[in-house]
């Protein structure tokens, strides 16, 4: 037998290392040519390294989470000795998928060889009540008090070393009241668990880091009434041809941006800060923040501008299935000129989105709720909703911003001005 060492190919890109992020393999597995041995993630895509041999995996490079240099060790197989090369040597990988084909939930069932297994440490874990005539556990002092308190300690759980019963126990038990399910309803965790942040869960750390860090924003919310937008909505959706989809809220307001850019063009942009020049894109490429189980997206719509309301909502839709299936492709998932965040039922009142950096604006929005607004003459029941939006304040300042979101509102609320003159101004 000899061993064959596989390298960690050369992904491209002028990338120099990349985050392990699966194992599909442990340590004693038998493998065959091209079955996947594990999978790193770069900050574009999710790459899997297949196996170049048949044979006998001996070694693994490192565990979940840990960052492997280009060209360096990934796995080591023993093979029969009559298999060519002893060094696989590193190539562009064969296989690549969108980072949302990846689950953090498939990690490898066993750890790297040499690598010890660190359980996490329990202190204090409350003991059963313990059988009829047995003796509880605990200290003449904590006797003492017990019996003070009128309290029997055979109805308290003990948290300290075999059961004993603890001042603390007996604290717990008289602020709980002195039921012996009340206090087992309540026993103090003290147990900590260390979680890696790992694979798409750090790359949007980082990109949050930077973005935070990078970007001074100003954000700036504003009330928006879509009593007459939601009417027209759901007009529109009972009298929609079969086969279109569904509009919600976003297709209209994403329509309201492309009219809104059109007059305001320099927030449909990307600010290079290394160099100091700021990207104008004529097209209106509209980022949707999409949360999946794999953590947050940001599928494209692309060329807004030609899209009409269901045109939007169906590429809305497909991006969103495609995100949360993990079949988004990269292409799918990068390019946004400018970027829009819902949280749907959850939007709260207001937020302070973060903008997706090197974009210079992003739009939030928030729940729809009815609430009491005054006419003029009466409080009257409208449907109203709040925009939070924040602009990158080193490139746009706080009046564009204002009369930027004032521009949305004032479509939003007259929601034919949408339409009104939109093949002459995008």
């Known amino acids: 037998m000899a061993e064959r060492v596989v390298k960690l190919p050369d992904i491209g890109e002028g990338i120099a290392e990349a985050e392990l992020v699966e194992w599909h393999v442990k340590?004693?597995?038998?493998?065959?040519e091209d079955d996947m041995l594990g999978a790193v993630m770069t900050d574009k895509a999710t790459v899997e390294i297949p196996s170049p041999a048949d044979g006998q995996v001996v070694w693994l490079a490192g565990e979940v989470g840990d960052m492997l240099a280009i060209g360096s060790d990934f796995v080591r197989l023993s093979v029969d000795a009559k298999s060519e090369p002893t060094t696989e040597r590193a190539k562009p990988a064969p296989r690549a998928a969108a980072p949302s084909a990846r689950k953090p939930d498939d990690a490898p069932s066993?750890?790297?060889?040499?690598?010890p297994v660190v359980a996490p440490t329990l202190q204090h874990v409350a003991t059963p009540l313990r059988?009829?005539?047995e003796r509880p556990l605990a200290a003449p002092a904590v006797r003492l008090r017990a019996r003070e308190a009128g309290v029997d300690l055979r109805q308290l759980r003990g948290t300290g070393p075999a059961g004993r019963i603890t001042?603390?126990?007996?604290?717990?038990?008289?602020?709980?009241?002195?039921?012996?399910?009340?206090?087992a309803s309540y026993q103090p965790k003290t147990a900590i668990?260390?979680?890696?942040?790992?694979?798409?869960?750090?790359?949007?750390?980082e990109k949050m880091s930077i973005a935070s860090s990078r970007i001074p924003h100003i954000t700036y919310i504003e009330e928006i009434d879509v009593t007459a937008l939601e009417e027209l909505r759901a007009r529109l959706n009972d009298r929609k041809r079969s086969g279109l989809p569904k509009l919600t809220l976003l297709p209209f307001l994403m329509r309201a941006l492309v009219r809104a850019i059109a007059e305001q063009p320099h927030l449909n942009a990307h600010f290079d800060d290394g160099t100091g020049i700021v990207h104008q894109h004529a097209g209106v490429h509209i980022g949707i923040a999409t949360q999946t189980s794999a953590g947050l997206m940001v599928p494209v719509v692309r060329h807004a501008e030609a899209r009409d309301l269901f045109d939007c909502a169906a590429e809305v839709t497909r991006l969103a299935d495609a995100a949360?299936?993990?079949?988004?492709?990269?292409?799918?998932?990068?390019?946004?000129?400018?970027?829009?965040?819902?949280l749907g039922a959850l939007g709260g009142l207001a937020t302070t989105p973060i903008i997706n950096h090197p974009e210079v604006a992003i739009i939030g929005v928030n729940r729809i709720a009815t609430r009491p607004h005054w006419d003029g003459t009466a409080f009257v029941p409208r449907k109203m909703m709040n925009l939070s939006s924040s602009f990158d304040h080193r490139v746009i300042d706080g009046f564009d911003a204002a009369q930027f979101v004032q521009r949305i509102k004032e479509l939003l609320e007259t929601p034919a001005m949408i339409f009104i003159g939109s093949q002459a101004n995008g």
């Open 167 to 183: 001042h603390d126990d007996l604290e717990t038990y008289l602020a709980r009241g002195r039921s012996g399910a009340a206090a």
């Open 110 to 115: 066993a750890p790297p060889a040499g690598r």
């Open 27 to 32: 340590v004693g597995d038998i493998v065959r």
């Open 131 to 133: 059988s009829a005539g």
């Open 324 to 342: 949360r299936a993990g079949t988004a492709t990269r292409d799918e998932l990068t390019g946004s000129t400018i970027t829009i965040t819902s």
């Open 193 to 205: 668990e260390g979680i890696k942040i790992t694979g798409l869960r750090r790359k949007i750390a």
